[in-house]
């Protein structure tokens, strides 16, 4: 279980101006797929960097399974099974997706358990297993091998920031039933930022976050409609403009 108590986060801005990008969030984040969405620009990604360790809050505490947590860095959190899914994988000349998955796991794994990942999302695991980590992967294959690596983590808490973002249409339907599978097979909290209502309509939480702060939370038969609402009727006044 992850909580937040407090947070807050301050920056200075290019004119030396103090900015609250956070303010004062209080949030208890223990149900098994949550999803965080909300308006460009309203603190979803700067939650999330400070959740894996990235950035540090200004004020406030995290807390994971009740243990502080707050002044730990990436690695640490990392060690105590916080996962980040950056959007594209790192690449190292020579390193293959076979080792990106091993390297992820932290043990030795045969090839038919790496072949079985791979299978989960969605990759024709022959073709895949020795490809480097390289330009010629596509968006959508580097997206899947990310969360490939996640998988084969199997950490208590795994987080992606706009998983979607760069997917063509056609992969983001497919990713969809890999996120699925996700939340069936893995025992671990997922959290995702995400603007697209099929993602938030496999959560089994909605967090809104508008201006820095928490908007609405809840489940999401109580919330998707009203950003839906939200959306369509802003979509109607602006038609009519
Ligand atoms: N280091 C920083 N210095 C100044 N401003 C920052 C910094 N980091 C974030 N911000 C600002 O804080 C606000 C929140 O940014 P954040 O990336 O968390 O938003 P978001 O909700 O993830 O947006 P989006 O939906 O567009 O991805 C933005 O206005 C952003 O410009």
Redesign the pocket.
């Known amino acids: 279980m992850l909580e937040l108590r407090n947070i807050s986060?301050e920056?200075?801005?290019?004119k030396a101006e103090n900015?609250e990008?956070?303010k004062n969030i209080n949030l208890t984040i223990d149900d098994h797929f949550v999803a965080i969405t909300?308006?460009?620009?309203?603190?979803?990604?700067?939650?999330?960097?400070m959740i894996a360790g990235i950035?540090k809050p200004t004020e406030g505490q995290i807390l994971l399974d009740g243990e502080d947590i707050t002044e730990l860095g990436i690695t640490e959190r990392a060690r105590k099974g916080i996962s980040f899914a950056f959007q594209q994988p790192v690449h190292f000349k020579g390193l293959t997706v076979k080792d990106l998955i091993t390297l992820a796991a932290g043990r030795t794994m045969s090839v038919t358990e790496i072949c079985d990942i791979l299978s989960e999302v969605g990759l024709c695991a022959r073709e895949y297993i020795d490809r480097e980590i390289n330009a010629s992967l596509s968006g959508g294959e580097l997206k899947r091998i990310e969360i490939a690596m996640i998988f084969a983590r199997g950490t208590k808490l795994s987080i992606f920031?706009?998983p979607e973002a760069g997917i063509d249409l056609w992969s983001f339907n497919s990713l969809i039933h890999v996120f699925e599978k996700m939340r069936d097979e893995i025992n671990g909290t997922i959290l995702i930022?995400s603007?697209q209502e099929k993602i938030l309509e496999i959560a089994d939480k909605i967090i809104v976050?508008a201006d820095?702060q928490i908007d609405k939370i809840g489940g999401k038969d109580e919330i998707l409609p009203q950003l839906l609402y939200t959306t369509k009727t802003c979509q109607t006044l602006s038609d009519k403009q």
């Open positions: 986060y920056v200075s801005d290019e900015k990008i956070l909300g308006p460009n620009g309203g603190g979803k990604s700067t939650l999330a960097k950035i920031d706009e930022i603007h976050i820095g």
